[in-house]
């Protein structure tokens, strides 16, 4: 049997515990196909979790566990923090707003932490949030000594077609 990690197998869990085909057959064959995985795959952990048993919904215990398993449960993308559910995008955008506030307040060694800790968070969030088209605008145009001119004209040498070039 293919070994899944833990939030693929609590994935596949829950879609199979939630799925709304009535037949083991079409539940297996539509995650099969959503999760990249065998169908045999998914039998096994079906029959080893016993969870067309949970899905029948037989007796009270049972039925606690189907409630469990299909509760809504943070994705990848949060995160809990002292009870409370947290989007990484908020986590990553107010650690990046605490860090810039009290880096001036800092130590100059400290400072020096702080900024390359910022910068970390800052490329973090980069590489999660490509700039726009609008926002490279506004950071070509706060250039110091920006010309339009010259900027596009290279922009034309750069990405001038191969053909061309030639």
Do not use: C
């Not at 879609?15 to 096994?44: C, G, H, M, N, W």
């Not at 860090?99 to 980069?126: F, I």
């Amino acid at each position: 049997m293919r070994k899944l990690d833990d939030i693929t197998r609590q994935r596949l869990e829950r879609a199979y515990l939630a799925a709304p085909e009535t037949t083991q057959k079409v539940i297996v064959q539509r995650l099969a196909a959503e999760f990249d995985i065998s169908i045999s795959t998914i039998r096994r952990y079906a029959a080893s979790g016993n969870w067309d048993a949970i899905r029948e919904g037989k007796g009270s215990v049972v039925k606690a566990a189907v409630e469990q398993a299909t509760a809504a449960r943070p994705t990848l993308s949060e995160v809990v923090l002292n009870g409370a559910l947290l989007r990484f995008d908020d986590l990553l955008i107010a650690s990046i707003d605490a860090l810039a506030q009290d880096v001036t307040e800092l130590p100059s060694k400290s400072r020096e932490s702080a900024a390359t800790a910022l910068a970390k968070l800052l490329e973090l969030y980069r590489r999660y949030h490509p700039m726009t088209i609008d926002e490279a605008i506004d950071v070509i145009l706060a250039i110091p000594g920006f010309d339009p001119q010259a900027f596009a004209q290279k922009l034309r040498e750069r990405y001038q077609p191969r053909t061309e070039q030639s």
